[in-house]
């Protein structure tokens, strides 16, 4: 990462456009998950978060031979959403407040942690006795300080809810929040984008507006004001610039930003604005005090260390 900031800082001495609209360039870590790898964007020891967003993985694509496939046994979260937005494959969703849910490409499968809840991700039978594909998203929203307690939840939206528009061409999806006049139905905790584009080679896009924001490319390559944007690489544009994007292939992306929140601690699973609470999550975790998975009660993922 530091010979791509390198990059970046000596472009912007020379280049104005660029330096006025991207702040930071980020790639991933690669992290092999037992079968199948994830890219993790957030959160690093260059930047914690992006507006609320505290962590951003990215899964696969992996191929599974039929018997093989995502198996991620129950695990705790306190402080925090996860949103789960796939591009391909499925996979089945159940935590301790009864859901089960399979999450399907174009879905938007939220969890809502707070106080604290332990999910499980694996596949259905189905799914997983033929050859099958899974890529998708994983990522973590810190819950606004008065909504870290809250009482857990679930929420599932369907392809058919998240609202879409073609931009002189590009296809865009507003997964969270608003942008280019559409709305999601997505609960939000505080101001929050979340958003997908897909454009042709020689396509471009202005983007929208946001107290931070950042554009992952999934899929292709593009420019940003003369810098280059490379598949798996993240930009996080300068706060107040306008910005605009053009493919220099069939690119698809993803946005994030919205208002920070302040600083949060995160330990494994858990965020919080308190490194006491932290600690607590952590010790009832280890003695068994989280309810447990709903149909998924004799696994678990122990306690780190």
């Known amino acids: 990462m530091s010979n791509v900031l390198q990059d970046v800082e000596q472009e912007c001495s020379s280049n104005n456009a660029t330096c006025d609209s991207v702040q930071l360039i980020l790639t991933p870590r690669i992290t092999d998950l037992g079968g199948f790898s994830v890219r993790r964007l957030l959160p690093t020891a260059k930047r914690k978060m992006i507006g609320?967003?505290?962590?951003?993985?990215?899964?696969g694509p992996a191929d599974f031979q039929a018997g093989e496939g995502i198996n991620v046994?129950?695990?705790?979260?306190?402080?925090?959403?996860?949103?789960?937005?796939?591009?391909?494959?499925?996979?089945?969703?159940?935590d301790s407040v009864g859901s089960v849910q399979p999450i399907r490409p174009g879905d938007i499968n939220l969890m809502v942690a707070g106080k604290g809840i332990a999910h499980s991700e694996r596949e259905r039978p189905e799914v997983t006795n033929a050859n099958h594909r899974v890529h998708g998203l994983q990522l973590w929203l810190a819950l606004p300080e008065h909504d870290q307690e809250a009482e857990p939840s679930f929420h599932h939206y369907s392809s058919e809810d998240i609202p879409k528009a073609d931009i002189d061409g590009v296809t865009v999806r507003v997964l969270i929040g608003s942008a280019w006049g559409l709305t999601s139905p997505v609960r939000q905790f505080s101001r929050t984008l979340y958003a997908e584009a897909e454009l042709e080679s020689g396509q471009s896009l202005d983007l929208p507006n946001a107290s931070e924001l950042a554009i992952y490319v999934v899929t292709g390559d593009l420019e940003i004001a003369g810098t280059p944007l490379s598949a798996h690489s993240m930009a996080i544009l300068t706060p107040g610039s306008f910005a605009s994007i053009t493919a220099r292939q069939d690119t698809r992306i993803v946005l994030i930003g919205g208002e920070p929140l302040g600083k949060r601690f995160i330990e494994w699973n858990f965020v919080s604005t308190r490194k006491e609470r932290i600690e607590q999550a952590k010790e009832d975790w280890q003695s068994g005090r989280f309810c447990k998975v709903v149909g998924d009660e004799e696994e678990y993922i122990p306690l780190p260390g």
């Open 52 to 59: 609320p967003w505290i962590f951003f993985d990215e899964m």
């Open 73 to 94: 046994r129950p695990h705790p979260h306190i402080g925090l959403a996860t949103v789960t937005y796939l591009f391909e494959g499925e996979i089945l969703h159940r």
